[in-house]
């Protein structure tokens, strides 16, 4: 083995080349002396390096778990990605998201990166365990999103097909329906944000231009631009704000109005919605 120096960003350039896990690309360059085209043969030669430039193809399948804590105050999401719904039907792969899944649960990492520098098992990250699957599999692995939610009490919505899973936190505990009424009407629905309050400033601008426009286009004076696109505005929020929605079990109430009529001071305080 050569006594060459291998950096961290050598190891992480050869993984980011190859899709191989993280030690193997250490060994790699150990053997190869620090040289890259050695250590992506050596790989090849190992079966390692099946996935080596994946980075242009797109990962849309896959499959996303939702799963709470057992006193339903935190909730996460994952999703394992892949490219074809033959590998996201594989039972060994489900069990990768799971474990992930598991994992995440247990340590409510701030953000993705922090995910997948944890430890998964047998001494590597998560991180090295997904670039092993790009190897093992021959496609494009990637662990494409990590949602944390907390609240008084967290619900979940998991479709049937792996595909769409939902949190959402209400203000107060104790209404497992109706958060799980609610957070189905989100993956039903797909609203935006929780109310008008939180919708990102750039949709709003996005939608009053757009209102100006078709105002504009139907031949309305300039002057009344702005008025009659605030009032396509107020609609949008209406129409794409989960409290404002109409309640798909009821729709001669909003989702607010389902929940107040449980207990006046129940609401939604987050959601979040991942889907494939």
Avoid at 31 to 38: C, K, M, R, S, Y
Avoid at 106 to 116: F, H, Q, T, V
Avoid at 191 to 197: A, G, H, L, T
Avoid at 226 to 235: D, F, P, V
Wanted: glycine letters at 8%.
């Amino acid at each position: 083995m050569s006594d060459v120096k291998i950096s961290t960003a050598d190891i992480q350039k050869l993984r980011e080349m190859t899709g191989a896990g993280m030690m193997d690309c250490k060994k790699a360059l150990e053997e190869a002396g620090g040289d890259f085209e050695g250590a992506v043969d050596a790989l090849r030669k190992k079966g390692i390096a099946k996935a080596a430039k994946r980075e242009d193809r797109e990962a849309r399948e896959g499959v996303v778990i939702a799963q709470t804590n057992n006193d339903q105050t935190k909730g996460i999401i994952v999703a394992l990605q892949c490219e074809t719904d033959f590998v996201a039907r594989n039972e060994g792969f489900i069990a990768i998201t799971q474990k992930i899944a598991d994992i995440a649960l247990a340590n409510c990492p701030a953000n993705l990166e922090a995910l997948l520098d944890l430890p998964y098992e047998g001494g590597i990250s998560i991180r090295e365990k997904v670039g092993e699957q790009n190897g093992i599999i021959g496609e494009k692995i990637e662990l494409g999103r990590y949602e944390l939610v907390e609240g008084a009490q967290v619900l979940t919505y998991n479709h049937s097909n792996n595909k769409r899973s939902v949190l959402v936190a209400l203000t107060k505990a104790g209404f497992e329906d109706a958060g799980r009424n609610v957070a189905m009407q989100i993956a039903a629905m797909n609203p935006v944000s929780v109310s008008k309050d939180d919708v990102d400033p750039k949709i709003v601008e996005k939608e009053i231009e757009i209102g100006k426009e078709l105002a504009r286009n139907e031949g309305k004076p300039e002057d009344m631009l702005e008025k009659i696109a605030l009032g396509r505005l107020n609609k949008f929020f209406q129409e794409n704000t989960l409290l404002s929605q109409k309640y798909v079990k009821d729709n001669n109430v909003s989702v607010l109005q389902y929940l107040q009529s449980l207990d006046k001071g129940l609401t939604v305080s987050a959601f979040k919605l991942v889907s494939l």
